[in-house]
């Protein structure tokens, strides 16, 4: 992982690549309730069922983790079982909601801020564990396995989340992590300066600059007249 190297981040296409993960994040989507279907097919919903890794679903992935959701807007599906893995259900209703956040953790305090884009309004039975722009957000339950959900896209940005978070992570499943002292803010420059170096190193930067310097300016050329 960039930020942190202690973490090994895969992108997994079987269910048995499950069988080695600490942590799960099922991430958001633009087609929550197909997306669903695809976890049901694809043997992906009893993989989530089965595990003792940490589950961390995003936006769409939080949805699909509850009890059930209620679409007549994107999908059109009606009432759709989920994977039952959290206490909530979620009916998609309009406006969407569009919106940059912020808020904080309930047991540590780290701060955390992202954005939200969706239809679906999570309703939880229980517990949070976010408080997001002021109001309770998010679900959590630690058994079977700790499952957590949120709708806040970008929170693992937040350094002090991403670091206690994946702490309590390692320490549960018994695996060695070291913060990384690198901040998500400095990681993008970091990338840039080394995408910067390998295009000095092999690209010809004079040849490029000619080739350039002759083009034809946009709206010059044939056709444009």
């Known amino acids: ?38 976890l049901r097919t694809s043997g992906f919903a009893d993989a989530l069922s089965s595990t003792d890794a940490w589950i961390l679903g995003i936006c769409g992935g939080y949805q699909m983790l509850g009890e059930r959701i209620e679409d007549d807007l994107e999908s059109g599906e009606g ?25 904080h ?23 949070s564990w976010l408080q997001i722009d002021g109001e309770e957000e998010g679900a959590a339950v630690t058994r079977p396995t700790p499952t957590y959900g949120t709708s806040l896209h970008g929170l693992f940005d937040s350094d002090g989340f991403r670091q206690d978070f994946l702490t309590q992570v390692a320490l549960d499943r ?19 300066d080394r995408l910067a170096d390998w295009i000095e190193a092999e690209v010809d930067m004079w040849h490029l600059l000619n080739v350039t310097a002759s083009a034809t300016p946009p709206g010059a050329g044939p056709g444009w007249r």
């Not at 633009?30 to 997306?35: F, I």
């Not at 047991?107 to 309703?123: H, K, L, N």
């Open 174 to 192: 018994k695996r060695d992590f070291t913060p990384s002292p690198t901040t998500y803010a400095a990681a993008p420059d970091g990338q840039a």
């Open 105 to 127: 953790t309930h047991d540590t305090g780290a701060g955390v801020s992202g954005y939200q884009i969706r239809w679906g309004r999570p309703q939880v039975s229980g517990s």
């Open 79 to 103: 009432i759709v079982p989920g994977l039952a893995l959290l206490p909530t259900h979620t009916v998609f209703t309009a406006p969407k909601t569009v919106s940059r956040s912020a808020g």
């Open 1 to 38: 992982m960039l930020i942190e190297p202690d973490v090994e981040l895969s992108w997994v296409e079987r269910p048995d690549d499950l069988a080695r993960a600490d942590l799960i994040v099922l991430p958001g989507s633009r087609a929550t309730v197909n997306d669903l279907a695809w």
